[in-house]
């Protein structure tokens, strides 16, 4: 059998007013591969991958328009992918 790299999904249930803070906080530890948005419904509003090298200004207009549908969201799921 093929050896396939598993991801392991972390979970995190935020308000709107946290949610950028959050965001930045995971991407500061470096160990995430894809960050997802989800709203009170469980609806994907937001996926972005997290790649080695890719921080500061590459990230600045994702962060931005987080910025923005924060303010749009009471509470929110983010779903941090992981790989093993």
Known sequence: MPNKA???DEV???SG????KKVKEII????????IIKNEKGKTIME??????VIGTALAPA?????ALAAL???????VEKKL
């Open 28 to 35: 500061k530890k470096g160990n995430a591969t894809r960050i």
């Open 6 to 8: 598993e991801n392991k």
């Open 48 to 53: 972005m991958p997290v790649t080695v090298g």
């Open 17 to 20: 007013d946290d949610i950028v």
């Open 12 to 14: 995190f249930k935020v």
């Open 63 to 67: 962060l931005a328009a987080l910025g």
């Open 73 to 79: 969201l009471t509470e929110c799921t983010i779903v």
